[in-house]
T-cell receptor, first 111, second 111 residues
Framework: KQEVTQIPAALSVPEGENLVLNCSFT??????LQWFRQDPGKGLTSLLL?????REQTSGRLNASLDKSSGRSTLYIAASQPGDSATYLCAVEAGSYQLTFGKGTKLSVIP | DAGVTQSPTHLIKTRGQQVTLRCSPK?????VSWYQQALGQGPQFIFQYYEEEERQRGNFPDRFSGHQFPNYSSELNVNALLLGDSALYLC??????????FGQGTRLTVV
């Protein structure tokens, strides 16, 4: 059974700092990995999708990497802003048509 | 493009009642998945619909059922509501099994 773990559960950083969020998964036979952002009480916004053949994806200040063999992914956020405050979720799809999610990392960026 | 739309946004039901939640997928998407997200947890997969058939199901009881219409929209039905069914219900659409896009969710409260 695929399990996804995100560390840390919560993170507080001053504005302007670069930061890294971590995601690990137990079964390396994945098709893709997706990072999402969730604001309180809201739905999920897709940030980046990394397919199994890729090592990283970039969008603006965000960069996500994938190491399938070690079962790890990182989301790097450059020059953090207060508007980046949200919960960040990592999810993997392993060929069973379902996404398996971690519990998320709650990020607070302090002005 | 309106993206994935869900209705209603909030709902309050009494234990034992039945509820129907609705989802319209992103334009061009043919696959709809439903997830349940309890407070402080990652979303849990309920089931996925493709070509009007349930293609995959997560670990949820038969009280949870669904339907997909020819226009790819979908409904989630929950019978005999329990207090534990209170959660944010998320609909996701995709073209095949690649990137998933989520709606804003329906907050269900069972009293």
């Amino acid at each position: 059974k695929q399990e996804v773990t995100q560390i840390p559960a919560a993170l507080s950083v001053p504005e302007g700092e670069n930061l890294v969020l971590n995601c690990s998964f137990t079964d390396s036979a994945i098709y893709n990995l997706q990072w999402f952002r969730q604001d309180p009480g809201k739905g999920l916004t897709s940030l980046l999708l990394i397919q199994s053949s890729q090592r990283e994806q970039t969008s603006g200040r965000l960069n996500a990497s994938l190491d399938k063999s070690s079962g790890r992914s990182t989301l790097y956020i450059a020059a953090s802003q207060p508007g980046d405050s949200a919960t960040y979720l990592c999810a993997v799809e392993a060929g069973s048509y379902q996404l398996t999610f971690g519990k998320g990392t709650k990020l607070s960026v302090i002005p | 493009d309106a993206g994935v739309t869900q209705s209603p946004t909030h709902l309050i039901k009494t234990r034992g009642q039945q509820v129907t939640l609705r989802c319209s997928p992103k334009s061009g998407h043919d696959t709809v998945s439903w997830y349940q997200q309890a407070l402080g947890q990652g979303p849990q997969f309920i089931f996925q619909y493709y070509e009007e058939e349930e293609r995959q199901r997560g670990n949820f009881p038969d009280r949870f059922s669904g339907h997909q219409f020819p226009n790819y929209s979908s409904e989630l039905n929950v019978n005999a509501l329990l207090l534990g069914d209170s959660a944010l219900y998320l609909c996701a659409s995709s073209l095949g099994t690649v990137e998933a896009f989520f709606g804003q969710g329906t907050r269900l409260t069972v009293v």
